[in-house]
């Protein structure tokens, strides 16, 4: 039997053949061979993914359900997770990113929270390549058409370009949901006996194995794949919104999974096997979009805007009759039974009889030869001494701030609706997004970011920076970080460098993870991110979310006042290396970033937190991105406030300036708080800047710009 | 005062519109399902909400226009009764021929939101009575059809007639093609019939009803409804 054609490997199916106890016929190795992609399987990183903490005091639901799950107090949950699609992007921005945006939808969804807000983490090549322009163009109004008709606000995000990405760029969705802890809704709960409902659209013969597809590097004749890409319409996934949330409301469904990779088989077979039940399904039962459909395709249909539910037959009429109100198709198309049997039917002929919990964990794990690069440390050489300090500073600071990855984004942003729902207090363009809770005191505060080139220097220590930059960013702006979700974008696990820093860069999200207390709660894996022009950097893309307790707790960034006393916290070492200065000098890659300290971070956050809280500061932001420069320019441009600063430290003023890295913020604070800031940061780096006020904002010895050109700059107006 | 917001699949700014309404006035707000061929009795304010309805395949608002719930809207705003249209709201009225025009593809080709500064032009009608002539205020907008467009001649008499109730301004009231987000002819940003009773504007006023979400200039707009109604302003009031 030829089971390569099924994308198969030899060690796998010697595994299905002991299960089965006999050769698994032609239906079944296509399911399995999509079922054991690395998408769906991930049978190169479930190992690696055991390092990241999971548990916590905030923690309702970990990873292993469509999304996780944290305790927002008093009855309520945030159901939130960040899924990549880039793949489909690669090929179809338009589609491939509308259906990223959709499925995340579902996901959350399924657990039956209402969708309240995305975030998108977007990826691009370098914009003079000639595919980027139509790439990204594609890929944004894609996430615009899909959330803004679904009505789910896009809030938030990142936004970056680099070369790596000109044939393979990255588009990972983010999703937020809210559902009484009381009324959630699991794919781990179906009985014997119960009816199993498809709900949704019809099923055609788009993204039939997009999984599979989404586990090879793309090929020179990706095109060829078009079939593989699935076909977005909001319009059906907003009435399968309602629907969900409706018969939820009304206690109708036993249990519920999104349809995505892989389809009716992956989103059936795991509730099958998670609820511990077999499964009969009837494929001549499911409403088709294409005629004469074989039973594999309509097994790996990746058809969007489809639920799985089940149900128990005394409530299916009632299921039928909200379907209806909502105009959607609703058929049952089978069983549950006990035992672990999952068998598919076809006019009445058995076409497929598998266990269902070899379908989703019984393909052998690979563990990838993994090794350190050999010219790895000669990465972190870097002669400071030969780089010369900016000749003309005003145009260092600019070209800086015009580097695409740094520029403001609001042609990104602007073709979102990032208000409807009527929650937004902090939209995208702000360092933290932030949405009210009708009815409640606190607020929700998220961050969405990733450093890529970090990663690319430094894997364990990029990991670990990435993790805290989100926490640092919450905790100045008053928010406790309550659990995360990541996307981890890679190359090919086959590639033993490769393998190394993906189980480096894990190891150094978990390390900052437990440091700062902030499990992983939900997350996806996306490899085989490159072609023939070569492979990504390492892009773990980092979703937090936190709390903050009331509106008066949060604190703003760009909010400077005449006469505010500014102070950098934080050590006045960083590293160049990797920095948004160096890449706008056009510079290589090289260097060491700063090394990651647990304690320093953990210390910063929880001061971070308390000068929100005690309002001890006017305004603060976490300095990321172009380093202090980049923050001051930011935070005057906002403010519409200059700034006279003197750099009172021996220090190279570029790399103070200009360097990244380590828990550092900039704060604005008014001259009577200035008592109680100290006192907070006692012990902690503390530099005095100097004061707000004026049009020009000047460093000493360095930059001097006239606020308005800041602003024209900086707010695109 | 008695509020009906009309839902059509792919409704999206339904349930911030009645949150809006009932947060600023305290009042009833019934929903009515676009199946619906009768409103909720002693209706004042008809809402057509925003969104995307039936998913606007077609052409912005041309299927809802013709779905069954606009039979019973056009009785009642034929009988005088008070029907505001936001967003695709509005484009659902233009596409019904309830007011006049068409809006079209923003002059970028792509959707927009922003907040926006607009200026209460008219403040002879139901819904911006409270304001003053020329305020400035600041709703947000979120379309990609939103250019409004008239013939020339139509739009004389539109404007002759004091129909262009709201304007794309700057914050100090200044007109300019900068502050016309999507090429709407002589920035109109709303539109009121020459009745007075239907008004359409792309702008959302329930975006701005609360200070936490960045505004409050959006709950003068129902407070001027419900006003208006108190001085005796019902559904046969207006000539």
Known sequence: ?717 | MKTAVVIFPGSNCDRDVIHSVRDTLGCEVESVWHREERLPEETDLVILPGGFSYGDYLRSGAMAARSPVMGAVKEHAGRGGLLLGICNGFQILTESRLLPGVLLPNKTLSFICRPCFLSVENTETPFTGLFRKGQVVQFPIAHGDGLFFLPADELDDLENRGGAVFRYVSPRGDSGDEWNPNGSVNNIAGIVNPRGNILGLMPHPERAGEAILGGEDGRLFWRSVASFLEKGGRRHGLQ
């Open chain 1, 1 to 717: 039997m030829d089971f390569s054609k099924y994308g198969i490997k030899k060690e796998e199916f010697a595994a299905a053949e002991a299960a089965l106890g006999r050769e698994p016929n032609e239906c079944e190795l296509r399911i399995l061979g999509v079922m054991w992609s690395e998408h769906c399987s991930y049978k190169s990183t479930k190992h690696l993914l055991k390092h990241f903490p999971t548990r916590g005091p905030k923690v309702v639901l970990g990873p292993g359900e469509n999304a996780g799950i944290v305790d927002l107090g008093d009855g309520l949950g945030a159901a939130f997770k960040a899924e990549s699609h880039n793949h489909p992007s690669a090929v179809a921005p338009y589609q491939g990113a509308a259906t990223g945006v959709g499925g995340i939808i579902r996901d959350i969804l399924a657990l039956g929270a209402r969708p309240v807000a995305s975030m998108d983490g977007l990826f691009f090549g370098d914009p003079e390549h000639p595919r980027t322009g139509h790439l990204s163009a594609g890929i944004v109004k894609g996430v615009g058409d899909y959330g803004n008709a679904v009505g789910v606000p896009t809030i938030g995000g990142k936004t970056a370009y680099d070369p790596c990405y000109n044939e393979n760029p990255l588009l990972n969705a983010f999703c937020i949901g809210l559902v009484e802890l009381d009324m959630i809704v699991s794919s781990q709960t179906a009985r014997p006996g119960q009816l199993v409902v498809l709900l949704g659209s019809k099923t055609g013969r788009d993204g039939i194995a997009g999984a599979a597809f989404a586990s090879v590097e793309l090929s020179e004749d990706a095109k060829e794949s078009r079939p593989s890409i699935q076909i977005g319409d909001p319009f059906a996934e907003k009435m399968l919104i309602e629907a969900c949330l409706e018969l939820k409301e009304k206690n109708l469904i036993v249990s519920m999974q999104d349809m995505g990779a892989a389809g009716i088989t992956s989103s059936s077979s795991e509730v099958a096997a998670k609820s511990g039940v077999g499964m009969k399904l009837h494929f001549d039962r499911v409403p088709l979009r294409a005629a004469d459909m074989e039973p594999w395709e309509i097994a790996l249909s990746e058809s969007q805007e489809r639920m799985l539910l089940i149900v128990e037959p005394g409530n299916m009429d009632e299921v039928s009759s909200v379907a209806r109100k909502w105009e959607l198709d609703c058929a049952v198309i089978g069983e549950t039974e006990e035992g672990d049997d999952y068998s598919i039917f076809f006019h009445g002929e058995k076409v497929a009889s598998l266990p269902a919990t070899l379908i989703g964990d019984g393909c052998p794990p690979i563990h990838w030869p993994a090794e350190k690069p050999a010219d790895f440390e000669t990465r972190w050489d870097f002669d400071l001494d030969g780089l010369p300090v900016p000749g003309d500073w005003n145009t260092a600071l600019l070209t800086l701030l015009g580097n695409p990855s740094m520029a403001p984004k609001h042609w990104i942003f602007e073709q979102y609706d990032s208000m409807v729902q009527l929650n937004t207090v902090m939209g995208p363009g702000h360092p933290v997004s932030v949405l009210r809770i009708k009815g409640r005191e606190s607020l929700i505060a998220l961050v969405l970011d990733a450093d890529p080139w970090k990663c690319g220097l430094d894997p364990f220590g990029g990991g670990a920076e990435t993790v805290a930059r989100t926490v640092r960013t919450l905790s100045v702006a008053g928010a406790e970080s309550l659990g995360l979700t990541d996307c981890l974008n890679f190359p090919s696990p086959e590639v033993p460098g490769q393998y190394w820093a993906l189980e480096e860069c894990i190891r150094g999200m978990a390390a900052a993870c437990e440091a700062l207390c902030c499990p992983v709660v939900s997350g996806n894996v996306s490899l085989y991110n490159e072609t023939k022009s070569g492979a990504i950097l390492p892009t773990p893309v980092v979703g937090t979310v936190g709390l903050i307790p009331s509106s008066g707790d949060f604190l703003p960034s760009g909010a400077w006042e005449e006469g505010d006393v500014l102070f950098l916290v934080g050590p006045c070492n960083p590293s160049l290396a990797g920095s948004g200065y160096i890449r706008s000098l056009g510079l290589p890659l090289r260097g060491r970033p700063l090394v990651f300290s647990g304690e320093a971070e953990r210390d910063f956050s929880e001061r971070a937190v308390r000068t929100a809280r005690k309002k001890a500061a006017r305004s603060g932001r976490a300095l990321t991105g172009g380093g202090l420069a980049a923050a001051l320019a930011k935070d005057a441009a906002e403010s519409g406030s200059g700034a006279r600063i003197a750099l009172g430290v021996p220090t190279r003023k570029d790399v103070v300036l200009f360097g990244e890295g380590g828990a550092r913020a900039l704060y604005s604070v008014p001259m009577s708080r200035v008592p109680l800031f100290k006192t907070i940061w006692s012990g902690y780096p503390c530099l005095e800047l100097g004061r707000a006020g004026g049009d020009i904002l000047s460093v000493e010895g360095a930059f001097s710009l006239e606020v308005s050109r800041l602003r024209e700059i900086w707010r695109n107006r």
